[in-house]
T-cell receptor
Framework: GENVEQHPSTLSVQEGDSAVIKCTYS??????FPWYKQELGKRPQLIID?????GEKKDQRIAVTLNKTAKHFSLHITETQPEDSAVYFC?????????????FGQGTILTVHP | NAGVTQTPKFRVLKTGQSMTLLCAQD?????MYWYRQDPGMGLRLIHY???????AKGEVPDGYNVSRLKKQNFLLGLESAAPSQTSVYFC?????????????FGPGTRLTVL
């Protein structure tokens, strides 16, 4: 089945620094790549996503890049703030009749120190 | 709109007991999913449903059953609970869109099996 590897598992940065989380996927048919943020004790929530026909997407301080040839995609957070501290999950969806089923990475615990 | 709701929020079971987790969504979504979340393992799909009256197995279906008698509800059952089923359970839903779309998660149910 599909496999999504996420690195690093933990990331600690100082406020104002940038943070980068990378995911690799195995199925070349994957065509949708969302990122979810989960604050402590809360539900996962979508923060940004990208489709396979686009190489990069930005939304204020966050951006996602996709390299289809290498089968990896990354989340970039600039000017990090303490409220960015959370667990971040990448995921992908297989093209076709997959009924939107997401395969998640293992998660990255991001800690932003004031 | 309440979005996706789950009941109960917490539950403690003894080994061998049974229970049903209820998920409800008011967004008229076609697709619904049940995940379990364990430390260091991300979110893993248990079962999913693409419409009323239909269900299918996900990545980790053993020990669970599901039913979707109404479009807005998706039930997850544990017939004979085991300690290995101690986890946080999330329900999610999304609209029907080829290639994937944002999944909306419920608040989660924390289950402990003694």
């Amino acid at each position: 089945g599909e496999n999504v590897e996420q690195h690093p598992s933990t990331l600690s940065v100082q406020e104002g620094d940038s943070a980068v989380i990378k995911c690799t996927y195995s199925d070349s048919a994957s065509n949708y790549f969302p990122w979810y943020k989960q604050e402590l004790g809360k539900r996962p929530q979508l923060i940004i996503d990208i489709r396979s026909n686009v190489g990069e997407k930005k939304d204020q301080r966050i951006a996602v890049t996709l390299n289809k040839t290498a089968k990896h995609f990354s989340l970039h957070i600039t000017e990090t703030q303490p409220e960015d501290s959370a667990v971040y999950f990448c995921a992908d969806v297989e093209k076709g009749t997959s009924y939107g089923k997401l395969t998640f990475g293992q998660g990255t615990i991001l800690t932003v120190h004031p | 709109n309440a979005g996706v709701t789950q009941t109960p929020k917490f539950r403690v079971l003894k080994t061998g007991q049974s229970m049903t987790l209820l998920c409800a969504q008011d967004m008229n979504h076609e697709y619904m999913y049940w995940y379990r979340q364990d430390p260091g393992m991300g979110l893993r799909l248990i079962h999913y449903s693409v419409g009323e009256g239909t269900t299918a197995k996900g990545e980790v279906p053993d020990g669970y059953n599901v039913s979707r008698l109404k479009k807005q509800n998706f039930l997850l059952g544990l017939e004979s609970a085991a300690p290995s089923q101690t986890s946080v359970y999330f329900c999610a839903s999304t609209s029907k869109l080829a290639g994937g779309n944002e999944q909306f998660f419920g608040p989660g149910t924390r289950l402990t099996v003694l």
